[in-house]
């Protein structure tokens, strides 16, 4: 079951037709929006998606410092900033500006216009 959120808005999707373990269908290429965090659930996992300059990145929605969602930082250049306690990671590295920490990466491929991720059981 894939769920997304952009904007405030929840869809439902379940079109995994192109994508056989342990690729999952996650979202539209198109419904990637410049500038915006677009959060895509998969089985319970937040997959946090970002467009930005027509380059797309996919992270685990989970804060590295202390489990927050990223989903409700905000986006900056290229500079993502947790809502709970201010850490800054730069997107195109996963780096984080403050300390050592680092995004999750989620590895993702694009098929026909759908972007599926991978996802170890
Ligand atoms: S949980 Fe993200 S900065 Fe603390």
């Not at 894939?2 to 379940?14: A, F, N, P, R």
């Not at 929006?33 to 467009?51: R, S, T, Y």
């Amino acid at each position: 079951m894939v769920s997304e959120k952009t904007s405030g808005i929840i869809s439902g999707t379940s079109d995994s037709s192109r994508f056989e373990p342990p690729w999952h269908y996650a979202t539209e290429e198109s419904g990637l929006k410049e500038g915006n965090l677009h959060l895509v659930e998969i089985d319970g996992k937040g997959i946090l998606f970002i467009k930005k300059e027509d380059q797309i990145y996919a992270f685990s929605n989970t804060c590295p410092h202390a489990r927050c969602p990223l989903d409700r930082g905000t986006l900056e250049a290229h500079v993502l900033k947790c809502i709970c306690h201010g850490r800054r990671f730069d997107i195109r590295t996963g780096e984080c500006l403050n300390d050592s920490l680092e995004l999750k990466k989620v590895e993702w491929k694009l098929e026909g216009g759908k972007i599926g991720v991978k996802i170890e059981e």
